[in-house]
Antibody, heavy 119, light 110 residues
Framework: EVQLLESGGGLVRPGGSLRLSCAAS????????MSWVRQAPGKGLQWVSA????????YYADSVKGRFTISRDNSKHTLYLQMNSLRAEDTAVYYCAKVGSFLGYFDFWGQGTLVTVSS | QSVLTQPPSLSAAPGQKVTISCSGSSSNIGNNYVSWYQQLPGAAPKLLIYDNNKRPSGIPDRFSGSKSGTSATLGITGLQTGDEADYYC???????????FGGGTKLTVL
């Protein structure tokens, strides 16, 4: 059974940093593109970033480019999202998602972790 | 404002059929596959439809997807109260080089 478990969310001040983790199980992590998708309170889904199975290729939404870094450690079955220079508009639930084909769809999602950026 | 346009809300009675539209352009829906997600209250999104019209294992055939030109549609038949949720369409956008989602449709079954 595929399971994705996010952690690392919390309250951070504007300009601060946070690193999210996503522990994956039930499938061979290195074989799949993985992604982060976020959802601001009461709002819709917004794609954030994705990374190839090997970690050699990364993709970012314009809104986070230069501030967020996606990475993975396949040996630890874990996906990461390093978030720097955080802004109030980054406040959201962040979901880790397994990608079904080249960024075509997300077939499994974690339960999400809440990031709140506030002074 | 989302690149993909969905109706903000829809309502229908139990047992009825409903269709949710998702309108885009040639840079997204027109040249890429569409997926659909169901988000029950307080839960993570769940994949309902991928590659325009395919259902993952475990998704009942009450849910169907179709695409024509730059628009896609999610159909739900035999509505149940448990289908009350937010529904999102998604696809890749060749101009933005990003995954994009519709703004979501809140379905009420009453």
């Amino acid at each position: 059974e595929v399971q994705l478990l996010e952690s690392g969310g919390g309250l951070v001040r504007p300009g601060g940093s946070l690193r999210l983790s996503c522990a994956a199980s039930g499938f061979t992590l290195s074989s799949y593109i993985m992604s982060w998708v976020r959802q601001a309170p009461g709002k819709g889904l917004q794609w954030v970033s994705a990374i190839s199975g090997s970690g050699g290729s990364t993709y970012y939404a314009d809104s986070v480019k230069g501030r967020f870094t996606i990475s993975r450690d396949n040996s630890k079955h874990t996906l990461y999202l390093q978030m720097n220079s955080l802004r109030a508009e980054d406040t959201a639930v962040y979901y880790c998602a397994k990608v079904g084909s080249f960024l075509g769809y997300f077939d499994f999602w974690g339960q999400g972790t809440l990031v709140t950026v506030s002074s | 404002q989302s690149v993909l346009t969905q109706p903000p809300s829809l309502s229908a009675a139990p047992g009825q059929k409903v269709t949710i539209s998702c309108s885009g352009s040639s840079s997204n829906i027109g040249n890429n596959y569409v997926s659909w997600y169901q988000q029950l209250p307080g839960a993570a999104p769940k994949l309902l439809i991928y590659d325009n019209n395919k259902r993952p294992s475990g998704i009942p055939d009450r849910f169907s997807g179709s695409k024509s030109g730059t628009s896609a549609t999610l159909g739900i038949t035999g509505l149940q109260t448990g289908d009350e949720a937010d529904y999102y369409c998604g696809t890749w956008d060749n101009s933005l080089n990003a995954v994009i989602f519709g703004g979501g449709t809140k379905l009420t079954v009453l």
